[in-house]
């Protein structure tokens, strides 16, 4: 005897939502807890005419019926039952889903939909036909639409939709969005499983973004291996973030992807450059402890210079580790460039050839020269600068002639400037300097030969306690600083007089704003009172906000 078809439907446990297969003559009964079949389908019939007599009506009901909300005991309700099914709270089904804002048009001559007449399993068949009449429409889709839809979805819930159906099988593989991660569908070896069977079903199907986040140690060789495969799938995005207690190879397949738009490699990565690297659409690289065995050459020149739309560059750790090859950073379309590299014990030469930069941010120790640097596009600079004895950070520093926004993010940085202050140039076009301060003199003793160089600033932010410093005494500040920010106020004697210095010696202000901290509220109303009281221009107003 031929075994009847089988197709799948959603249908409610009263707790949660499940998938049952069913017989596809079957309709379910809502007063059982399994499937049955109904051979005339006669109640569905029903359903489907009182859905076109009371259009709008039985809409309103659908939209607000909670089945969890009607019933928590199935065992109580019946089609007889005179009062109806009830809702949490008691009342009946007509007094809680009624849509008062459901516009009747001509069903309101129609005979009304009262508790008595409305059966618990036609309430749950309307349901259904409804989840049916959506399942069609999106089944009408193209699978590309489908596939795009679900690259929304957390992996493992767009693999929940594989039992749908038939064509919903392999669905999520296709998708173009692959983002694997161990936290969300388990680690060791099951994660490992997992990825393979997503990408053997893919086929051939293009993987546009594919990214691996594993928390768990798992075997490096199939890190590898994936890699390779998806780099068969044409694959654009590349991410990769592991943490594993052997290196992971770099595939010298990589460094010839014609079709990588941005690569991210974090943590744990050993990588052999070849002599022929061709990236031709390459964006965005990012490298994180990557090791370069590479030393008969500059590796990151090699790697810059077969990247000829290269846009944003990311360096952390001690992603180049040639001790006595020069740290050349030369790309004609490099626009963002981050480097934070705190650990390196050698000061060799580095040059920055980018012109079209325009934003920097850098944490390194000073080498002993910068042979050569060009940032004359430079907007925005981050620097976090670490000096030696033979550190010479003097071209760096005239190369930032051009910036608008300078941020100085260490005491280091403070006196590596002030130690190379003469090589400090005109920064016209400065427009936010932002300095980290401490208990050290150096931020003091720099800062106003910062603000003499600084025509055109309009915001100063002092990241760190004010200290009342005679260097800053010393010195007349005339540069139109309109806004002044304080991030770190105790409200001290000493910090209440350099205030009353910055209020008196900038007479552009027009807002100081201050981030206080104290212990009680009789504390802030202190602060806040000699704040307030401080002489300034009529024209500057002071804003007080307490951590």
């Not at 680690?187 to 990214?211: C, E, H, K, T, W």
């Not at 901290?517 to 500057?540: G, M, Q, W």
């Amino acid at each position: 005897m031929e075994s009847a078809p089988v197709d799948y439907m959603l249908f409610p446990n009263f707790d949660d939502w499940t998938i049952h297969a069913r017989p596809a003559n079957a309709m379910y009964d809502f007063t059982k807890t399994s499937v049955v079949p109904v051979g005339d389908q006669k109640t569905l019939k029903e359903v489907e005419l009182l859905l076109k007599k009371h259009k709008q009506m039985v809409e309103g009901y659908a939209r607000r019926m909670k089945l969890k909300g009607i019933v928590r005991d199935t065992n109580s309700l019946s089609s007889s039952d005179e009062n109806g099914p009830k809702g949490d709270n008691g009342l009946d089904f007509d007094e809680k889903f009624c849509d008062d804002d459901v516009d009747m048009g001509e069903a309101t001559n129609a005979p009304p939909l009262s508790s008595s007449s409305v059966s618990f399993q036609m309430i749950a068949a309307v349901e259904i036909f409804e989840f049916g009449t959506r399942m069609d429409r999106i089944n009408g889709l193209s699978d590309d639409i489908i596939c795009h839809i679900l690259s929304f979805l957390p992996l493992k819930e767009a693999t929940s939709t594989s039992v749908l159906s038939m064509r919903w099988g392999y669905l999520f593989a296709f998708r173009p969005y692959l983002c694997l991660d161990d936290q969300e569908v388990g680690g060791g070896q099951s994660f490992i499983d997992f990825v393979d069977r997503v990408l053997a079903v893919s086929g051939n199907f293009p993987i546009r973004n594919f990214s691996i986040k594993c928390r768990m140690s798992i075997d490096t060789g199939h890190v590898t291996r994936w890699m390779i495969d998806v780099l068969k799938h044409g694959v654009s995005n590349l991410d990769i973030d592991i943490i594993a207690q052997d290196v992971v190879l770099v595939p010298l397949e990589i460094f010839t992807c014609k079709t990588l738009v941005e690569l991210k490699l974090a943590e744990g990565f050993d990588a052999m450059i070849p002599d022929h690297v061709s990236l031709p659409s390459l964006k965005t690289l990012f490298l994180d402890s990557i090791w370069f065995y590479n030393s008969h050459y500059c590796v990151l020149g090699n790697l810059l210079s077969a990247c000829p739309v290269l846009e944003e560059l990311t360096i952390c750790g001690d992603s180049w580790q040639n001790p006595k090859c020069c740290r050349n950073v030369s790309s004609l379309t490099l626009k963002k460039l981050t480097i934070m590299c705190t650990e390196r014990t050698d000061f060799w030469d580095m040059t920055f050839d980018t012109p079209s930069l325009a934003y920097l941010e850098y944490s390194d120790l000073v080498p002993r020269h910068y042979p050569f640097v060009n940032l004359e596009s430079l907007v925005e600079a981050k620097l976090d600068l670490y000096v030696h004895d033979v550190s010479n950070p003097t071209n760096l520093i005239k190369g930032l002639r051009n910036v608008e926004v300078l941020e100085l993010s260490s005491h280091y940085t403070s006196e590596t400037f002030y130690a190379f202050r003469e090589a400090i140039p005109v920064l016209s076009k400065l427009f936010r300097l932002s300095i980290t301060t401490d208990s050290r003199h150096y931020h003091w003793k720099l800062l106003p030969i910062l603000l003499e160089k600084s025509p055109n600033l309009d915001t100063l932010v002092i990241k760190g306690p004010l200290y009342d410093d005679r260097y800053v005494r010393e010195y007349g500040l005339s540069c139109p600083v309109k806004v002044l920010k304080i991030t770190e106020y105790g409200g001290t004697f000493e910090e209440l007089e350099q205030m009353k210095h910055f209020l008196e010696k900038l007479p552009c202000l027009e807002l100081v704003k201050v981030r206080a901290s104290a212990i009680n509220d009789k504390e802030k109303s202190r602060i806040t009172k000699y704040l307030l009281l401080v002489p300034r221009s009529s024209n500057c107003d002071i804003q007080i906000k307490f951590l």
